[in-house]
Nanobody, 124 residues
Framework: QVQLAESGGQLVQAGDSLRLSCAAA????????MGWFRQTPGKEREFVAA????????EYTEGVKGRFTISRDGAENEAYLQMNSLKPEDTAVYYC?????????????????WGQGTQVTVSS
């Protein structure tokens, strides 16, 4: 059993940077991969980035490559999403998620644990 809690979302201007954090508690040793998804009201959750917990191999959706970086801190049981050069189209609720097995990483239904989300709003 794992509990996840996101933080760091806020209102920013286009071109700004923002760092989201995800604190994990419980049986954190069962986490194999951590991911970030985002969702706009009325639309399904969209894959943003994922990282293997031990190898640190990361993957990103095409629209954020070169701007976003996913990382983790095993000692503190936290994951991060560093977002640079933010654009209005990045506006969404951002969710932290985790897998306890290696399954296809771009589908939200393949993740076992979820946080409650944190709002990121980017003004033009």
């Amino acid at each position: 059993q794992v509990q996840l809690a996101e933080s760091g979302g806020q209102l920013v201007q286009a071109g700004d940077s923002l760092r989201l954090s995800c604190a994990a508690a419980g049986r954190t040793f069962t986490i194999w991969r951590m991911g970030w998804f985002r969702q706009t009201p009325g639309k399904e959750r969209e894959f943003v980035a994922a990282i293997n917990w031990n190898s640190k191999i990361a993957e990103y959706t095409e629209g954020v490559k070169g701007r976003f970086t996913i990382s983790r801190d095993g000692a503190e049981n936290e994951a991060y999403l560093q977002m640079n050069s933010l654009k209005p189209e990045d506006t969404a609720v951002y969710y932290c998620a985790a897998q306890n097995k290696f399954r296809p990483l771009r589908e939200w239904a393949n993740y076992d644990y979820w946080g409650q989300g944190t709002q990121v709003t980017v003004s033009s």
